[in-house]
């Protein structure tokens, strides 16, 4: 089965005129979550990763499933203040007002190969905020995955500008 067709639309979520993409009907499928995870795992085998970072929330899912594929470790992205020892951290802003996303200052050495992983792709506005983050320990980032893009909000663009390798593995159109 194509897995667009377990991904769920759920029409004016969170707020009117939001096509919300909910992948929860894709997980919780098992044939359909292992294809996710092997299609966003097998492009980076013997790529030498060292780690893979996933973006709260549903980049967790994702990105940890990733990693134990490519036997790696994991390093949660996370939103402002939920990490308990010293971070660095990235603004980034939103339609309405901002946000911020942090990792440990200690979590990525210098040179270290990373896969940046997140669920979703729509005007890249979190995708680029992290990658800056991530540029900021020195990390040598090989690419970015997604499991969704939505070309018509221009994230692929912006991100493949900053020079980065963008996998993606299901589009929608009408975002
Ligand atoms: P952006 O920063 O605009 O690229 O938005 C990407 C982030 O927002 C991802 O972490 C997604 O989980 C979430 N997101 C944005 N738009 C949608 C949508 N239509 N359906 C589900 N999640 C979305």
């Given amino acids: 089965m194509p897995l667009k067709s377990l991904i769920r639309t759920i ?21 359909g979550f292992q294809q996710l995870i092997n299609n966003l795992s097998h492009p980076f085998t013997g790529r030498n990763i060292d780690t893979v970072e996933g973006i709260e929330a549903r ?7 990733v990693a134990h594929q490519l036997s790696v ?6 939103k402002r203040g939920k990490l308990p020892s010293e971070t660095i951290g990235q603004d980034y802003e939103l339609e309405y007002g901002n946000d911020r996303v942090e990792i440990h200052r200690d979590a990525i050495s210098p040179g270290e190969k990373v896969l940046l992983i997140d669920d979703l792709l ?4 979190t995708a680029i905020a992290t990658l800056n983050l991530l540029r900021r320990t020195g990390a040598d980032i090989v690419a970015c995955g997604f499991a969704i893009n939505l070309p018509g909000l221009g994230g692929l663009r912006r991100l493949e500008k900053e020079g980065v390798p963008v996998l993606t593995l299901i589009e ?4």
Avoid: W
Wanted: glycine letters at 14%; zero cysteines; charged letters at 20%.
């Fill in 11 to 31: 029409p004016d979520y969170p707020k009117p005129g939001i096509q919300f993409r909910d992948i929860t009907t894709l997980l919780r499928d098992p044939v």
């Fill in 59 to 65: 980049g967790f899912i994702i990105g940890s499933a």
């Fill in 73 to 78: 470790g994991f390093i949660p992205v996370r």
């Fill in 122 to 125: 729509a005007t890249g506005g």
């Fill in 172 to 175: 929608f159109e009408d975002s």
